[in-house]
């Protein structure tokens, strides 16, 4: 007799996404980003990110032991997602530790991917920071030469180090700075499809870039805001590591608290810090927080009765 009811554990809602449909959807998502960083800086910022989205899902598949080395993409797309806060032309060794502390230590150290505490990229970033901050977080960084594929490497300071560059510069991507972090438009692109994909939701990107302004603007009016808004790493950090839905708050006051606070500690150490930027810190801070957000800003129940009546 043909079996009709099939007894099953929660969850019993099915999704048509799977983990793998969702990094591609990233994967998708950064193309713009990383199309428009080969365009700037040639061939040396599409070898960037080639070693460090090999070495971050080489390092996975030899710690799960998988032959699979795509396997469900997130590795793919750590990988990338660290090469887009790097410098166009980092030595490639560096490039190599940053993608294994990504994987073995910011994800796979906590069981893999669904139980990391901090932003497995921003990890390795920091890693590098504080190891080998010449490397990649200098003063003199490569000069974008639009169509220049093997031009030769010319240096300059970036947008943050100088406050000099404009605004129409700085949302094109006409800028010195990280591979991510120069175009502002090929980002808002790649926001948008998440935001369209229903990955990431408003309120992060939206409370991280309104305190962002806000702070700016005190520090020099509106033209100040929308620079700190548009230069570094504020809109690929909001848009992109901010939102990541593991280390992130689940309910909507959460998120925007969680938000909110990722752009007050990027802003002070801005503005006050001697590190140029503070999206990596800002962000990691938040995520060590996540729990605690989304604790005291869980909603009531339906019905529930406070104590005190």
């Not at 950064?30 to 080969?38: E, H, I, N």
């Not at 959460?254 to 150490?269: D, E, Q, Y």
Request: aromatic share 10%.
């Amino acid at each position: 007799m043909e079996r009709k009811l099939v007894v099953s554990s929660s969850p019993h809602l099915k999704s048509p996404e799977d983990i793998q449909s969702i990094m591609v959807d990233v994967l998708v998502a950064l193309f713009p980003v990383a199309l428009m960083a080969v365009f700037l800086f040639g061939y040396r910022a599409l070898a960037t990110m080639v070693i460090a989205m090999l070495a971050a899902m080489v390092t996975e598949a030899i710690i799960l032991r998988k032959g699979n080395l795509f396997g469900d993409g997130s590795a793919a797309v750590t990988g990338l997602l660290l090469a887009m806060t790097l410098p166009p032309a980092p030595p490639w060794w560096v490039v190599v530790v940053g993608s294994a502390v990504a994987i073995g230590i910011g994800k796979q150290i906590y069981g893999g991917i669904g139980n990391n505490i901090f932003n497995p990229a921003l990890v390795g970033r920091a890693v590098l920071i504080v190891s080998w901050s010449g490397h990649i977080a200098g003063n003199v960084w490569l000069k974008p030469v639009p169509f220049g594929f093997t031009a030769d490497m010319v240096t300059q300071a970036t947008p943050l180090a100088t406050k000099a560059a404009s605004l129409g510069n700085l949302f094109i991507g006409t800028v010195s700075g990280s591979l991510g972090e120069t175009s502002a438009l090929a980002l808002i692109i790649g926001g948008l499809w998440l935001y369209h994909r229903g990955h990431i939701d408003w309120r992060i990107p939206g409370s991280f870039v309104a305190v962002v302004f806000i702070l700016g603007f005190f520090d020099g009016g509106f033209s100040m805001g929308l620079f700190h808004v548009l230069a570094g790493g504020v809109l690929l950090g909001a848009l992109f590591m901010a939102t990541d839905m593991v280390t992130s708050p689940v309910t909507p006051v959460g998120k925007l608290v969680f938000g909110a606070g990722c752009g007050l500690v990027t802003m002070v150490v801005r503005l006050f810090g001697s590190l140029p930027e503070g999206v990596t810190f800002g962000i990691l801070l938040m995520n060590g927080l996540t729990p605690l957000i989304d604790n005291l800003t869980l909603p009531k129940r339906f019905g529930e009765v406070s104590k005190s009546a």
